[in-house]
């Protein structure tokens, strides 16, 4: 489960192949194996995708206890997404779906989108948008590289881009933590070579920060606010944690 651009390139003298076959074969199963039931994290470095740590245990999506009916509605919307690839292609319509979490910081949000992927069987791409080395170009590359079946987080998106109406002296703080235009990102996200089958997740502690252009319909389709945590869901902690 390699990296779109691996290859691996083995010469040998004679005319038996097999051996090769069978190697390859037996190298692929032990990978699969060990990554069975967990969930790999992937960090950008440089041009390309690298594992970060080891995979983890994948966490029941039920263990994290969201208000009543949002992780069902998220779950179901991200299941129709990839199940109805040809309903975007016959309507000419991009096939990507964008996500957006708020609300304080403690609530849940990425432990949410971890238990996420590990319902769907899919890998986590976190993308680090304040790196200083993260340019327009690169950011676009990271997208078009992106292993398959993975989620791309791109987490507290407003520590990245304050709104273009900001005053000089609150744009001050944000000046030089990277090269990455907020034009280069809107045409990551919905931009002509943007990436097509693509799952994309931002979360934020300040939704009144982030530019309207960002978040409009198209490039994040979906919102949810995910809150302090309310009587239903204390009901459901005691009931799991204590009963």
């Not at 038996?16 to 037996?26: A, I, P, Q, V």
């Not at 995910?226 to 239903?232: L, Q, S, V």
Request: proline share 4%.
């Amino acid at each position: 489960m390699g990296v779109p651009w691996e290859t691996v390139t083995l010469t040998a003298l004679g005319r038996n192949k097999s051996l090769y076959f069978h190697m390859l074969d037996e190298a692929r199963k032990l990978a699969l194996k060990r990554e069975e039931g967990k969930t790999i994290m992937y960090t950008a470095m440089g041009p390309e995708w690298r594992q970060f740590g080891h995979p983890r245990k994948r966490r029941p999506i039920s263990s994290v206890i969201l208000h009543q009916g949002v992780a069902e509605r998220i779950l179901s919307d991200v299941r129709d997404f990839i199940n109805t690839p040809q309903w975007y292609s016959e309507r000419g319509i991009p096939y990507r779906r964008g996500y957006l979490l708020y609300g304080p910081p403690g609530c849940g949000k990425s432990s949410f989108i971890t238990a996420l992927a590990g319902e769907l069987e899919y890998s986590i791409c976190i993308l680090n948008l304040s790196e200083r080395g993260l340019t327009d170009d690169r950011l676009q590359h990271l997208m078009s590289v992106a292993p398959q079946q993975s989620i791309i987080l791109l987490e507290d998106i407003d520590a990245a881009f304050v709104k273009r109406e900001e005053s000089s002296a609150t744009k001050v703080a944000y000046e030089g933590l990277n090269r990455v235009t907020f034009s280069g990102l809107l045409n990551m996200l919905d931009g002509v070579v943007s990436a097509e089958a693509r799952i994309l997740f931002m979360t934020t502690n300040y939704l009144e920060r982030l530019d309207a252009a960002l978040i409009r319909p198209g490039r994040v389709d979906v919102k949810e606010y995910i809150g302090h945590a309310t009587d239903y869901q204390l009901k459901l902690m005691y009931k799991r944690f204590l009963s």
